[in-house]
């Protein structure tokens, strides 16, 4: 008999998993690239966010972290060989290593960052 993982546990990756980064949430179509360098604005003039979203937060691929970061903030970011690069950021904890999803919400959420 396997052990059961708990729930939380779900969506954590492995280096050996794939790299897809997904965007999804309050947006028109979620979408998914297999590209690790790409412009944030890019992916969401795909995905298309809601107009009442102003928010995404950002997922680490190891599941433990997440920056929750104004979409007006995101527009001039990108990521970089899986890494999130957000211009003059306030604090370089937005700059997510191993960026898995970006959800897209209404508000900021719940995020890991350290006060």
């Keep these: 008999m396997s052990e059961q993982q708990p729930q939380s546990f779900s969506r954590i990756r492995k280096a050996t998993d794939d790299k897809t980064i997904r965007v999804e949430g309050k947006v028109v ?3 998914q690239v297999q590209e690790r360098t790409v412009a944030v604005r890019a992916l969401f003039e795909m995905a298309e966010p809601l107009p009442a979203a102003d928010y ?25 060989e899986g ?33």
């Design 56 to 80: 995404a937060t950002v997922h680490s691929g190891d599941g433990l972290y997440r920056a929750s970061i104004p979409l007006d903030r995101l527009l001039s970011a990108e990521i970089r």
């Design 83 to 115: 890494r999130l690069y957000v211009p003059d950021a306030p604090t370089n904890c937005w700059n997510v290593k191993d960026v898995m999803l970006l959800e897209v919400t209404t508000g900021k959420q719940s995020d890991t960052l350290p006060t």
């Design 29 to 31: 179509r979620a979408v």
